[in-house]
Antibody
C-alpha cells in the first residue's frame, strides 16, 4: 500500500532553517510528483510547491527564495527545507503524492514545525 | 495566486443535504476541470473525496458529489451523517502551473 512517512516534530529558533523528510513506499518512486502543503494552527491548507522525482520543482511565489525541495531516489525520500524561519512559519507540514493528474491522492501524517525564540 | 473562496462554516441535521461552494477565477476553476475536494477531521491529514470536479475515489460514499459552473465549484453531501463532521477544502490547478486551496469550510452535523 502507498505510504508517505514524514520525519518527526521540530522546534527551531527564528532565522534558522528546517528540513522535513517524506519517505515514500508502496509505489514506483520515479513515477509520481510530491506536493508540499502546510497548515498553520487553526488555519487552512496552503500549497507550497511540487517536485518531480527527477528534481524539477515549481514553488509558490510566496515561498520562492526560501523553500528548497529535493529528492533522493536511492532512499525514495523527498525533502523540503525552509530557511529564514519566522514565528509565522509555525505549522504542520504535509507531503502529498500527486496522482499523476492534478490532485493529491495520498498524504503523509504531517510534521509539526514550531518556530519560537 | 489568491486562495479560493469558501464559506467558513455550514451545518445540517442528520439525513439532510448540504452544499459547500468554492469560488475562484478564470485562472483556476474557470479554466480547468481540475478541482478536487479534501476532508479533514480534527487532528488528521486531509483525505481526497472528489477529483476532477465530480469523480469519487474508490471507497468514498456516493453521498458525496461534486459539480462546477463557471468559476465556482461545489461539493454536496447528501444524507448527512455524524461522521461527516470535518473541515472541507477545495483545490484547483491554475494557469500558473501551481495549485491553490480554498480557505476551508467547517461542517457541523447538528
Amino acid at each position: 500500500q502507498v505510504q508517505l512517512v514524514q520525519s518527526g516534530a521540530e522546534v527551531k529558533k527564528p532565522g534558522a532553517s528546517v528540513k522535513v523528510s517524506c519517505k515514500a513506499s508502496g509505489y514506483t518512486f520515479t513515477s509520481y510528483y510530491i506536493h508540499w502543503v502546510r497548515q498553520a494552527p487553526g488555519q487552512g491548507l496552503e500549497w507550497m510547491g511540487v517536485i518531480n522525482p527527477s528534481g524539477g520543482t515549481t514553488v509558490a511565489q510566496k515561498f520562492q527564495g526560501r523553500v528548497t525541495m529535493t529528492s533522493d531516489t536511492s532512499t525514495s525520500t523527498f525533502y523540503m527545507e525552509l530557511s529564514s524561519l519566522k514565528s509565522e512559519d509555525t505549522a504542520v507540514y504535509y507531503c502529498a503524492r500527486n496522482s499523476g493528474w492534478y490532485y493529491a491522492d495520498y498524504w503523509g501524517q504531517g510534521t509539526l514545525v514550531t518556530v519560537s525564540s | 495566486q489568491s486562495a479560493l473562496t469558501q464559506p467558513p462554516s455550514v451545518s445540517g441535521s442528520p439525513g439532510q443535504s448540504v452544499t459547500i461552494s468554492c469560488t475562484g477565477s478564470s485562472s483556476d476553476i474557470g479554466n480547468y476541470n481540475r478541482v478536487s475536494w479534501y476532508q479533514q477531521p480534527p487532528g488528521t491529514a486531509p483525505k481526497l473525496m472528489i477529483y476532477e470536479v465530480s469523480n469519487r475515489p474508490s471507497g468514498v460514499p456516493d453521498r458525496f458529489s461534486g459539480s462546477k459552473s463557471g468559476n465556482t465549484a461545489s461539493l454536496t453531501i447528501s444524507g448527512l451523517q455524524a461522521e461527516d463532521e470535518a473541515d472541507y477544502y477545495c483545490s484547483s490547478y491554475t494557469t500558473s502551473r501551481t495549485w491553490v486551496f480554498g480557505g476551508g469550510t467547517k461542517l457541523t452535523v447538528l
